[in-house]
Protein backbone atom coordinates (compact mmCIF):
# COMPACT_ATOMS: atom_id res chain seq x y z
CA UNK A 1 0.00 0.00 0.00
CA UNK A 2 2.51 2.87 -1.20
CA UNK A 3 1.35 5.87 -0.30
CA UNK A 4 4.24 7.00 -3.51
CA UNK A 5 3.30 6.22 -7.23
CA UNK A 6 5.58 6.17 -9.41
CA UNK A 7 5.33 4.55 -13.44
CA UNK A 8 5.46 0.81 -13.38
CA UNK A 9 8.03 1.26 -16.28
CA UNK A 10 10.41 3.07 -18.47
CA UNK A 11 12.51 2.54 -21.34
CA UNK A 12 15.15 4.01 -24.02
CA UNK A 13 18.10 3.39 -25.88
CA UNK A 14 21.34 3.08 -24.89
CA UNK A 15 22.60 7.00 -24.75
CA UNK A 16 19.03 8.33 -24.48
CA UNK A 17 17.64 9.96 -21.37
CA UNK A 18 14.42 8.81 -19.00
CA UNK A 19 13.04 10.52 -16.21
CA UNK A 20 11.34 8.85 -13.40
CA UNK A 21 8.39 10.57 -11.31
CA UNK A 22 7.25 10.19 -8.31
CA UNK A 23 3.70 11.45 -6.74
CA UNK A 24 2.94 12.34 -3.19
CA UNK A 25 1.07 14.16 -1.08
CA UNK A 26 1.30 17.54 1.38
CA UNK A 27 2.41 15.19 4.18
CA UNK A 28 5.01 13.54 2.44
CA UNK A 29 6.61 15.04 -0.48
CA UNK A 30 5.27 18.26 -0.02
CA UNK A 31 6.92 18.98 3.39
CA UNK A 32 9.71 16.88 3.34
CA UNK A 33 13.13 15.53 1.12
CA UNK A 34 13.45 12.93 -1.33
CA UNK A 35 15.72 10.19 -1.89
CA UNK A 36 15.98 7.70 -4.99
CA UNK A 37 16.93 4.32 -4.91
CA UNK A 38 18.96 2.16 -7.74
CA UNK A 39 18.36 -2.08 -6.70
CA UNK A 40 20.09 -3.66 -9.11
CA UNK A 41 18.37 -7.60 -9.76
CA UNK A 42 19.22 -9.80 -7.04
CA UNK A 43 21.19 -7.06 -5.05
CA UNK A 44 19.90 -4.46 -2.00
CA UNK A 45 18.82 -1.03 -2.90
CA UNK A 46 21.54 1.16 -3.18
CA UNK A 47 21.28 5.13 -2.38
CA UNK A 48 21.07 7.02 -5.46
CA UNK A 49 20.13 10.84 -4.42
CA UNK A 50 18.97 12.58 -0.88
CA UNK A 51 17.48 15.57 -0.07
CA UNK A 52 16.03 15.93 -3.19
CA UNK A 53 18.93 16.34 -5.74
CA UNK A 54 22.18 15.68 -3.53
CA UNK A 55 24.76 12.34 -4.80
CA UNK A 56 26.24 10.76 -2.38
CA UNK A 57 30.05 10.13 -3.00
CA UNK A 58 30.56 7.98 -6.32
CA UNK A 59 27.64 8.31 -7.94
CA UNK A 60 27.80 9.81 -11.31
CA UNK A 61 25.95 13.46 -12.41
CA UNK A 62 24.27 11.38 -15.05
CA UNK A 63 21.33 10.64 -12.00
CA UNK A 64 20.09 13.63 -10.78
CA UNK A 65 17.12 14.66 -8.65
CA UNK A 66 14.28 17.39 -8.50
CA UNK A 67 10.85 17.91 -6.59
CA UNK A 68 8.05 20.34 -7.44
CA UNK A 69 5.48 20.95 -5.05
CA UNK A 70 4.19 17.45 -4.32
CA UNK A 71 5.80 15.30 -7.27
CA UNK A 72 9.44 14.46 -7.33
CA UNK A 73 11.69 13.18 -10.51
CA UNK A 74 14.63 11.53 -11.29
CA UNK A 75 16.51 11.99 -13.96
CA UNK A 76 18.85 9.18 -15.82
CA UNK A 77 21.45 10.67 -19.03
CA UNK A 78 23.14 9.01 -20.98
CA UNK A 79 21.80 5.90 -20.83
CA UNK A 80 23.69 2.43 -20.39
CA UNK A 81 22.85 -1.26 -19.77
CA UNK A 82 24.37 -1.43 -16.56
CA UNK A 83 21.45 1.22 -15.24
CA UNK A 84 18.80 -1.78 -16.36
CA UNK A 85 17.31 -1.75 -12.75
CA UNK A 86 14.69 -1.21 -10.38
CA UNK A 87 14.33 2.67 -9.18
CA UNK A 88 12.35 3.86 -5.78
CA UNK A 89 11.76 6.91 -4.44
CA UNK A 90 11.51 7.39 -0.62
CA UNK A 91 10.58 10.14 2.17
CA UNK A 92 9.33 10.96 5.85
CA UNK A 93 5.45 10.93 6.11
CA UNK A 94 3.89 12.83 8.74
CA UNK A 95 0.24 12.10 7.95
CA UNK A 96 -0.33 9.76 11.28
CA UNK A 97 0.52 11.15 15.01
CA UNK A 98 3.56 9.01 14.48
CA UNK A 99 5.35 9.65 11.41
CA UNK A 100 6.69 6.69 8.63
CA UNK A 101 8.97 6.03 6.07
CA UNK A 102 7.49 5.41 2.96
CA UNK A 103 8.48 4.43 -0.98
CA UNK A 104 7.01 4.59 -4.25
CA UNK A 105 5.86 1.66 -5.91
CA UNK A 106 9.14 1.19 -8.21
CA UNK A 107 9.70 1.88 -11.97
CA UNK A 108 12.03 -0.72 -13.89
CA UNK A 109 14.06 0.63 -16.52
CA UNK A 110 15.28 -0.84 -19.22
CA UNK A 111 17.73 0.06 -21.50
CA UNK A 112 16.46 -1.23 -24.98
CA UNK B 1 33.53 2.66 5.60
CA UNK B 2 30.15 1.45 7.80
CA UNK B 3 28.74 -2.76 6.81
CA UNK B 4 25.50 -3.62 8.10
CA UNK B 5 25.44 -7.67 8.41
CA UNK B 6 22.57 -9.78 8.95
CA UNK B 7 21.18 -12.67 9.69
CA UNK B 8 18.75 -14.72 11.29
CA UNK B 9 15.86 -17.98 10.61
CA UNK B 10 15.09 -18.28 6.88
CA UNK B 11 12.54 -20.76 7.31
CA UNK B 12 9.78 -20.65 9.30
CA UNK B 13 6.25 -22.20 9.84
CA UNK B 14 2.64 -20.01 10.37
CA UNK B 15 1.92 -18.63 13.73
CA UNK B 16 6.56 -18.54 14.72
CA UNK B 17 8.20 -15.19 15.46
CA UNK B 18 10.52 -13.82 12.62
CA UNK B 19 13.64 -13.09 14.38
CA UNK B 20 16.49 -11.22 12.85
CA UNK B 21 19.49 -9.23 13.87
CA UNK B 22 21.58 -6.78 12.15
CA UNK B 23 25.33 -5.67 13.23
CA UNK B 24 27.13 -2.15 12.42
CA UNK B 25 30.92 -2.16 11.36
CA UNK B 26 33.32 0.44 11.32
CA UNK B 27 31.42 3.18 12.06
CA UNK B 28 29.16 5.44 14.75
CA UNK B 29 26.17 3.49 16.52
CA UNK B 30 24.85 6.71 17.87
CA UNK B 31 23.28 9.79 15.61
CA UNK B 32 21.39 7.51 13.30
CA UNK B 33 18.16 5.33 13.46
CA UNK B 34 18.48 1.89 12.31
CA UNK B 35 15.88 0.55 10.16
CA UNK B 36 14.07 -3.00 8.76
CA UNK B 37 12.67 -3.15 5.08
CA UNK B 38 11.02 -5.76 3.51
CA UNK B 39 10.74 -6.88 -0.29
CA UNK B 40 7.99 -9.97 -1.07
CA UNK B 41 8.63 -11.62 -3.98
CA UNK B 42 8.66 -9.73 -7.25
CA UNK B 43 6.99 -6.67 -5.46
CA UNK B 44 8.25 -3.13 -4.00
CA UNK B 45 9.72 -1.74 -0.70
CA UNK B 46 7.86 -1.80 2.66
CA UNK B 47 9.13 0.34 5.47
CA UNK B 48 8.65 -2.07 8.34
CA UNK B 49 10.08 0.55 11.19
CA UNK B 50 13.08 1.97 12.91
CA UNK B 51 15.05 2.46 15.87
CA UNK B 52 17.90 4.79 16.89
CA UNK B 53 20.54 4.08 19.64
CA UNK B 54 18.33 5.68 22.57
CA UNK B 55 15.70 2.76 21.64
CA UNK B 56 13.22 5.26 20.24
CA UNK B 57 11.06 3.78 17.24
CA UNK B 58 8.99 3.93 14.84
CA UNK B 59 6.73 1.20 13.15
CA UNK B 60 4.84 1.32 10.06
CA UNK B 61 1.05 1.44 11.37
CA UNK B 62 -0.01 -1.66 9.15
CA UNK B 63 2.70 -3.99 11.01
CA UNK B 64 2.50 -2.61 14.72
CA UNK B 65 0.91 -4.94 16.75
CA UNK B 66 3.28 -7.37 15.90
CA UNK B 67 6.96 -5.97 15.34
CA UNK B 68 9.03 -5.23 17.73
CA UNK B 69 12.97 -3.38 17.03
CA UNK B 70 15.34 -3.01 20.06
CA UNK B 71 18.53 -2.30 20.14
CA UNK B 72 21.60 -3.80 22.09
CA UNK B 73 24.43 -0.88 21.98
CA UNK B 74 27.33 -3.32 23.83
CA UNK B 75 27.00 -4.91 20.51
CA UNK B 76 26.03 -2.38 17.87
CA UNK B 77 23.19 -4.43 17.46
CA UNK B 78 19.83 -3.71 16.61
CA UNK B 79 16.91 -6.38 16.04
CA UNK B 80 13.81 -7.58 14.52
CA UNK B 81 10.60 -9.82 15.88
CA UNK B 82 7.90 -10.37 13.86
CA UNK B 83 5.31 -12.41 15.51
CA UNK B 84 2.56 -14.87 14.28
CA UNK B 85 3.77 -14.86 10.71
CA UNK B 86 2.18 -15.79 7.93
CA UNK B 87 2.83 -16.52 4.31
CA UNK B 88 2.05 -12.95 3.39
CA UNK B 89 5.27 -12.00 5.74
CA UNK B 90 7.48 -14.00 2.84
CA UNK B 91 10.04 -11.42 1.52
CA UNK B 92 13.57 -10.95 1.48
CA UNK B 93 14.23 -8.49 4.62
CA UNK B 94 16.84 -5.48 4.75
CA UNK B 95 18.42 -3.63 7.62
CA UNK B 96 19.49 -0.27 6.66
CA UNK B 97 21.33 2.72 8.00
CA UNK B 98 18.74 6.07 8.33
CA UNK B 99 19.90 9.58 8.35
CA UNK B 100 16.87 11.20 9.81
CA UNK B 101 16.25 15.19 11.01
CA UNK B 102 14.64 17.82 10.78
CA UNK B 103 15.71 21.56 8.87
CA UNK B 104 13.88 24.61 9.59
CA UNK B 105 12.89 27.10 6.28
CA UNK B 106 10.88 29.86 6.03
CA UNK B 107 8.47 27.78 4.75
CA UNK B 108 8.29 25.54 7.50
CA UNK B 109 9.84 22.32 9.38
CA UNK B 110 11.20 19.63 6.68
CA UNK B 111 12.32 16.12 7.73
CA UNK B 112 15.35 14.92 5.75
CA UNK B 113 14.89 10.79 5.40
CA UNK B 114 16.73 8.61 3.80
CA UNK B 115 18.81 5.21 4.04
CA UNK B 116 22.43 5.49 2.84
CA UNK B 117 23.58 2.09 4.32
CA UNK B 118 22.50 -1.71 3.74
CA UNK B 119 22.66 -5.16 4.61
CA UNK B 120 22.88 -7.58 2.12
CA UNK B 121 19.38 -8.85 2.54
CA UNK B 122 17.97 -12.18 4.51
CA UNK B 123 15.37 -14.28 2.35
CA UNK B 124 12.78 -15.40 4.81
CA UNK B 125 10.01 -18.10 3.77
CA UNK B 126 6.86 -18.98 5.51
CA UNK B 127 5.27 -22.42 5.01
CA UNK B 128 3.89 -24.73 6.49
Known amino acids: QSVLTQPPSVSAAPGQKVTISCSGS????????VSWYQQLPGTAPKLLIYDNNKRPSGIPDRFSGSKSGTSATLGITGLQTGDEADYYCGTWDSSLSAGRGVFGTGTKVTVL | QVQLQQWGAGLLKPSETLSLTCAVYGGSFSGYYWSWIRQPPGKGLEWIGE???????NYNPSLKSRVTISVDTSKNQFSLKLSSVTAADTAVYYC??????????????????????WGKGTTVTVSS
Open chain 1, 26 to 33: SSNIGNNY
Open chain 2, 96 to 117: ARVKFGDTRAPSGLYYYYYMDV
Open chain 2, 51 to 57: INHSGST
